[in-house]
């Protein structure tokens, strides 16, 4: 990787420019602990507000709070069920980035439901007619 790095012969400026712009934002969104907190719970299954609330320890307003931001950025995706708001990972690229964090500095057991999340992701959205 490292290779392809070091070979700038080729590369698209503009285009380079793009995309720190678009890994900036996503970073920008996940810079905060407690949204990196909900989106290790939603990895796992989607999961309604209460039950992120009690798995995370995050009280409200902030749970809203972050839950808005990561909304707000299309890291999550909302579906109502009568009173409650269910929440789910959408984004493959903040999936990824969960996924490489995790195997820094969390325990490797969930890395198995990490990666078919992942899978479920990028089938859903090769799915999606252009």
Do not use: W
């Not at 503009?14 to 939603?42: F, I, T």
């Not at 039950?51 to 809203?64: C, H, M, N, V, Y």
């Amino acid at each position: 990787m490292l290779n392809n790095i070091n070979k700038l012969d080729n590369v698209d400026f503009e285009e380079l420019k793009v995309s720190a712009s678009k890994a900036s934002a996503l970073l920008k969104s996940l810079s905060h602990p407690d949204r990196l907190l909900l989106l290790c719970q939603l990895v796992q299954a989607e999961s309604c507000v209460r039950d992120l609330e009690i798995a995370t320890g995050i009280k409200q307003p902030s749970l809203s709070q972050q839950l808005g931001v990561l909304r707000d950025n299309n890291l999550v995706s909302t579906r109502r069920e009568g009173r409650q708001i269910f929440y789910s990972i959408t984004s493959a690229e903040a999936l990824a980035v969960m996924q490489v964090l995790y195997h820094l500095y969390c325990e490797p057991q969930h890395a198995e439901r990490m990666q078919a999340k992942l899978a479920q992701i990028h089938q859903q959205s090769e799915d999606v007619p252009v």
